[in-house]
C-alpha cells in the first residue's frame, strides 16, 4: 500500500500537539497547588491500585466482586485523607480530562482507573456516601435508575472494548460539554497506526473486531481453550472426553446468555454469546449421534435452534436426529427448514453452497427412506389382513377395515406379528363382550 509517510507524520504531530495543549474540561494552571487539586494528584497516586483498579481488566468477574471492590474503594476515598477533592466539583473533570490524555496515548488500563475514579468521585458529591454506598449493596427496582446507578456505569466502563471507551470520555464535566479532542482521537490513533505500518489498515480491522467482541469470547478467553481442547478429542474419537469439555465450554456460556442490562452493546455481545451456544449444541448433538444416544442428539439440537433459530445447521443436526429415531416425517420439515435458511446465509459463497448441497443430500437420503416407507406398507410380509366372516365375533373389526382401508394399511404396517396377533385377539374379545351386552 503506497501512502505518503511525511504528509501523514504531519497529521500526527498536528493532531498530537491539538490534544496535548488541551485541557479538555478539566484544570489549567490556575488551580496548581489549591488543595483540591492536590488531594487529586494524590487520589492519582496513592490509589492507583486501589481495589476497583485491581478488577479493572478481569473478563470473567462476578457482580459481587464489582459491588465488594466498589465499596471498598469508596471507604478509602471518604476516609478522612481526601475531603477537599470530595467538596469540589472539579475533581470530577480532573481524572475526565486525564482520562482523555490517556485514550491519545493508547492506555486504555489507564483511561478505565481515571473513568472509575471520575465517576466515584461525582456519585459521592451528588448522593453522599451512605446513598451511594446504598444503591450499590440495594439494586433500585427502576431500570433508569438503575442503569444510571455507579454500579451499572463501572460495570459498563469494565466490559466495554477499548473503542467503546469514547462513549464514557466523551462528555468531560456534569454540565455535558463534549472536548472537541474527543472527535481527533480514533483519527490520531489511526493515523499512527498507519504511519508505523502501512499495511496496518486490515490488522487494525482485525483487533477493533476482538474489542467489539463479548469479554467472554474474546482471544484471551478461558472459553476458547476450553472449546479448543473439546475440538482436538473430537479429532482424535475420544467422544465422552470431547463431550464433557463441550459441556463445560456450554455451561461457560450459558451463564452469558441472560444479561441485565439493556445496553446497545450488550445486546450485540448477548446475539455474539448465542451464536456461539448454539455453536457448541450442534457439536454436542452431532457427537450424541455417533454414540447411538439419538433422544440426547435431538434436544441438543432443539437448543441449538433456541438459541439462533436462523442458523441453517442447527435445524440440519435436528433432522439427522429425527431420521436416526425413525421420525421421518418430522425430520423432512426440519431439513426443508435447513435449506430455506442456509439460501439466506451467505449468499453467493463456496461455504454457503457447499452447505446447500450436503442439505440436499440428506434430504434426498430422507425422502427415499420416508419412500421405502410407504411402500412398506404394501409390501410388508408381515401384513397379513384379516379374513372377514360375516358372522365371527371379529366382523366388526373387519366393517372398520373396509371402510378406512388406508388408515388400517398404515397402522398394520407399523407392527409386530404378535402385536398384530394381540390386536386381532382384543378386537374378537370386544366383539364378544359386545354381542353378549345385547343380548342381556
Known amino acids: 500500500m503506497n501512502v505518503n509517510k511525511q504528509s501523514i507524520r504531519s497529521d500526527v504531530r498536528r493532531l498530537e500537539a491539538a490534544i496535548g495543549n488541551c485541557h479538555h474540561g478539566g484544570p489549567d494552571a490556575r488551580f496548581f497547588g489549591l488543595d ?86 461525582c456519585h459521592l458529591q451528588r448522593e453522599g456516601k451512605q446513598d451511594t454506598l446504598r444503591r450499590i449493596n440495594e439494586p433500585s427496582d427502576n431500570k433508569f435508575h438503575e442503569r444510571t446507578s455507579l454500579f451499572s456505569l463501572v460495570k459498563g466502563i469494565m466490559l466495554s472494548h477499548d473503542d467503546g471507551l469514547l462513549a464514557y470520555v466523551e462528555f468531560c464535566d456534569r454540565r455535558g460539554r463534549a472536548c472537541t479532542c474527543v472527535s481527533l482521537l480514533q483519527t490520531l490513533h489511526d493515523k499512527r497506526a498507519l504511519l ?168 434426498a437420503s430422507i425422502d427415499s427412506e420416508l419412500e421405502k416407507t410407504d411402500q412398506f406398507v404394501v409390501d410388508n410380509p408381515l401384513y397379513k389382513p384379516m379374513e372377514c366372516v360375516s358372522e365371527s365375533p371379529g366382523s366388526a373389526l373387519c366393517s372398520l377395515r373396509s371402510q378406512h382401508q388406508g388408515v388400517m394399511d398404515v397402522i398394520y404396517s407399523c407392527l409386530e406379528p404378535t402385536e398384530v396377533a394381540n390386536l386381532e385377539r382384543t378386537s374378537k374379545c370386544f366383539a364378544i363382550n359386545a354381542d353378549r351386552g345385547r343380548r342381556l
Open 196 to 363: 508505523l505500518n502501512p499495511d496496518a489498515a486490515e490488522e487494525r480491522r482485525r483487533r477493533k473486531e476482538a474489542d467489539l467482541l463479548s469479554p467472554i469470547l474474546r482471544p484471551d478467553s478461558k472459553y476458547w481453550a476450553i472449546k479448543k481442547k473439546a475440538a482436538a478429542c473430537l479429532q482424535k474419537g475420544k467422544l465422552e472426553r470431547s463431550t464433557r469439555l463441550y459441556l463445560m465450554a456450554k455451561d461457560f456460556l450459558n451463564e452469558h446468555r441472560k444479561l441485565e442490562e439493556t445496553m446497545l452493546h450488550e445486546l450485540e455481545w448477548m446475539r455474539q454469546v448465542n451464536e456461539e451456544y448454539a455453536k457448541v449444541c450442534s457439536n454436542l448433538s452431532m457427537i450424541s449421534l455417533k454414540q447411538d444416544r439419538n433422544e440426547d442428539a435431538l434436544d441438543y439440537a432443539d437448543e441449538a435452534i433456541s438459541a439462533c433459530p436462523l442458523w441453517s445447521k442447527s435445524f440440519c443436526r435436528r433432522a439427522l436426529a429425527l431420521k436416526s429415531l425413525g421420525k421421518l416425517k418430522l425430520a423432512q420439515v426440519a431439513m426443508s427448514k435447513a435449506i430455506d435458511a442456509c439460501k439466506g446465509e451467505n449468499a453467493g459463497t463456496d461455504g454457503s453452497a457447499k452447505a446447500l448441497e450436503e442439505y440436499k443430500r440428506i434430504q
Open 36 to 121: 483540591w487539586f492536590v488531594d487529586c494528584q494524590r487520589i492519582a497516586l496513592e490509589l492507583d491500585s486501589s481495589p476497583v483498579d485491581m478488577i479493572l481488566t478481569s473478563s470473567n468477574i462476578k457482580d459481587s466482586d464489582i459491588r465488594e471492590a466498589l465499596v471498598a474503594t469508596i471507604r478509602i476515598i471518604t476516609a478522612g485523607e481526601y475531603t477537599s477533592a470530595l467538596a469540589n466539583p472539579g475533581s470530577c473533570r480532573f481524572f475526565a480530562s486525564l482520562a482523555i490524555d490517556a485514550y491519545a496515548e493508547e492506555d486504555f488500563k489507564s483511561v478505565r482507573k481515571f473513568l472509575v475514579k471520575s465517576r466515584i468521585l
